[in-house]
């Protein structure tokens, strides 16, 4: 199963990178980007997902608590499927109140993306789903109700279960490993709350429930936040990375924004380079050979202290991770794959 779903999109892209190399229509030329970028990030969400239940069968699953409303988190996610198209071919009603807990605001959308994501996989074209927010005996109360394929008696009790589908035929209509289920129970038994099923059966639809201890009052309204100019201003930039290929797509990406890109392959040299250029920003690869990332952070700000921004580009994304750049001398830690908005944010409030 993990080969089947690993090896689809990657057959895509594959496919979408040949019609690039040989085509000369620019409809097709558009149509092979958007197959890149969609696969793509279905490939990281595969990736993250087995990372984030081996993480959960380890006990090593971090949450970083603070007062949150439910229903504006539900509000975020349906916001984010719908500008991503996700929700034109299904009937979303939302029935929700402000009720707030104290949570991790990632996992608890986490939560709800793959409860709306599990109920839109298994809907077919037409059905509704119900999203709803309650206070209910002291507990905030979330349920996704759909009209889609339902669940088998037999299947129920094992249905947040690692690697559980319903659909085993070898065409896999819905495609997925079977791991947001139980990303779920695990997250909310995190939040001490719990997760359940329910289904009349097959073809009949299929209810969620999660219920998770409410906080007895609100907190107050946050002061308005000032928005950043959307412009960003041409900045000197040092990438320090020694994958040739991630290399050149992000000077490529950062010279289309208007920037200055200078490049280093390894650790030694892209300490000389920034001694020499004293760059805005250095963008450093934490996995580099010789001396690694931490080691490079620490000698440029040894002797550029203040004078250039540092952002750490990991494949590693816990807590500790975050705390090690943060030691090391690092402003900024953007996990790979780095997501290109959220670059040019980091580039943007780096001259503010």
């Known amino acids: 199963m993990l080969g089947h779903e690993l090896r689809n999109p990657l057959g ?3 496919s979408a990178v040949s019609v690039l190399s040989q085509s000369s229509s620019l409809e097709h030329d558009r149509r092979a980007r958007e197959v890149i970028a969609h696969q793509t990030e279905h490939l990281s969400r595969l990736v993250a997902d087995l990372l984030d239940v081996t993480r959960g069968a380890l006990g090593k699953i971090e949450l970083v608590r603070t007062r949150i409303d439910v229903a504006a988190a539900v509000r975020r996610c349906l916001a984010t499927l719908d500008s991503a198209q996700k929700l034109a071919h299904h ?8 009720v707030w807990i104290e949570a991790d605001g990632v996992r608890l959308e986490q939560i709800v993306m793959n409860l709306l994501s599990n109920s839109l996989k298994f809907t077919p074209r037409g059905g509704s789903i119900t999203v709803s927010v309650r206070l209910e005996a002291g507990e905030a109360v979330l349920r996704v109700a759909d009209s889609g394929s339902g669940i088998s008696p037999e299947l129920l ?54 219920r998770l201890p409410a906080l007895a009052d609100a907190p107050p309204s ?6 950043a100019s959307p412009r960003t ?13 991630n290399r050149e797509m992000m000077r490529i990406l ?20 920034a001694v020499q250029l004293e760059p805005d920003v250095v963008l450093i690869d934490i996995g580099l050979p010789g001396i690694d990332g931490y080691q490079v952070a620490r000698q ?49 409030a780096s001259r503010d």
């Not at 709350?193 to 999660?210: D, I, L, N």
């Not at 946050?222 to 928005?227: G, I, K, L, Q």
């Not at 650790?267 to 000389?272: A, D, L, Q, S, T």
């Open 300 to 348: 440029i700000r040894s002797k550029l202290r203040d004078r250039s921004r540092l952002v750490a580009l990991s494949g590693y994304g816990q807590t500790k991770d975050k705390q090690r750049a943060v030691d090391a001398g690092f402003d900024e830690h953007l996990l790979k794959p780095v997501d290109p908005a959220r670059l040019l944010t980091v580039l943007e």
């Open 91 to 98: 009937v979303v009603a939302i029935e929700v109140e402000p």
């Open 233 to 245: 201003p041409r900045q000197r930039i040092l990438v320090v990375e020694d994958n040739a290929d």
């Open 12 to 14: 895509a892209i594959t």
């Open 157 to 210: 009790p094992s249905v947040f279960d690692l690697f559980v589908q319903g659909d085993r035929k070898l065409d896999r209509p819905t495609s997925g490993l079977g791991v947001g289920l139980s990303l779920v129970r695990r997250l909310v038994e995190l939040h001490g709350g719990q997760v359940e099923a329910a289904s009349p059966g097959e073809g009949r639809g299929s209810v969620f429930t999660v």
């Open 254 to 273: 950062l010279e289309s924004a208007g920037h200055e890109v200078h490049e280093a392959g390894d650790g030694v040299n892209g300490v000389e380079l």
């Open 222 to 227: 946050p002061e308005p936040r000032v928005e």
